[in-house]
């Protein structure tokens, strides 16, 4: 009996031990449902290979910027410009060098001011000018020659009486340096094409060749002549003579009389002054390289209209 409870107890003792054994093989060569399935929902084809690589290449596509950050930069990203745009941009200058071309028109109501007789006159200039700007004000520097050349006319001082005609006649020629200052009144103010000029300038012109004057008497049979129609008048050879009392002996003015210059103790000019006010200016910048300007004004002399073109410097 003793035998048999013996041989029982180690029976389950085996018995108790392998079950133990088996559970533990269990539990580490198959692991349990719960610790297979994807946890806090994580998708499980993260465990793919090929869905892996997937959202790998995408993250390095899109780098290692936010979308924000994206944003910012493409807001501070500078827009494209037009090298050949002509907007000028404030605190900075720019120089122009060409030409100029006037008209001054001298006409014989104002010589009629303060002599009697003359002719309205056109004088032709032109020549090199610069010109520099910055914010909008502007300085036109020229060099030009100018034809003062006249066909003959009457002239005579306005409180001289009516044996006092004169025959002038010019081949004088003009060497002005002026300079123009002018404010510019923006057309076009978005792209900078168009614009208006308001100002005047100051110059000092050299004078050369030659003024004729001679003393000038009616020609034989013309009654009552005009002082406007030089044809019907001649001039004075010498004192007396044809011209009788045209032809005195007041002064020295006969045949091909010229004119001494000032410095000479003469009445013709040496150098002559440049003053024009006011002035306006239509200008017209296609590109940043060019700049072309129609000019008109009043001067000391008269009217005047010209053009000039420009190209940056």
């Known amino acids: 009996m003793y035998h048999w409870k013996m041989g029982r107890q180690l029976a389950v ?3 108790a031990r392998t079950a133990a054994l088996a559970a533990l093989l269990g539990a580490v060569c198959f692991p349990s449902s719960a ?7 994580v998708d499980s084809k993260l465990d793919d290979p090929p869905a892996a690589e997937k959202q790998a290449d995408d993250e390095k596509a899109q780098g290692d910027e936010t979308p924000g950050e994206k944003d910012r930069e493409l807001e501070a990203a500078p827009e494209p410009t037009d090298a050949n745009a002509p907007l000028e941009k404030d ?11 006037r008209n001054v028109i001298v006409p014989k109501f104002m010589i009629n001011l303060f002599a009697d007789g003359g002719a309205s006159v056109n004088v032709f200039t032109f020549g090199p000018e610069f010109t520099t700007r910055k914010n909008g004000l502007e300085l036109d520097l020229a060099l030009s020659y100018a034809d003062y050349s006249m066909d003959p006319f009457l ?4 409180n001289d009486n009516q044996f006092a005609w004169e025959m002038v006649s010019s081949d004088m020629k003009l060497v002005y340096f002026t300079s123009d200052l002018l404010f510019e009144i923006p057309l076009d103010e978005e792209k900078g094409r168009f614009s208006l000029l308001v100002g005047g300038g100051v110059g000092l012109g050299v004078v050369f060749g030659d003024l004729h004057r001679a003393q000038a008497y009616p020609n034989a049979g013309a009654s009552n002549p005009s002082p406007d129609d030089v044809s019907s008048w001649s001039r004075c050879t010498g004192p007396g003579g044809p011209g009788g009392a045209y032809c005195d002996a007041s002064n020295n003015h006969y045949g091909d009389y010229d004119e001494p210059s000032w410095v000479n ?14 002035q306006v200016s239509f ?6 390289q060019l700049q072309t300007r129609l000019d008109a004004g009043m001067s000391i002399t008269g009217f005047f209209f010209g053009m000039s073109a420009g190209y940056g410097l």
Do not use: T
């Open 13 to 15: 003792g085996v018995h």
């Open 155 to 158: 002239f005579k001082g306005k």
């Open 35 to 41: 610790r297979a399935q994807p946890e806090d929902g």
């Open 91 to 101: 605190g900075k200058a720019y120089k122009f060098i060409g030409v100029r071309f």
């Open 283 to 288: 200008r017209y910048k296609p590109i940043k």
């Open 265 to 278: 103790g003469g009445a013709k000019p040496s150098v002559f002054p440049w003053v024009s006010f006011p």
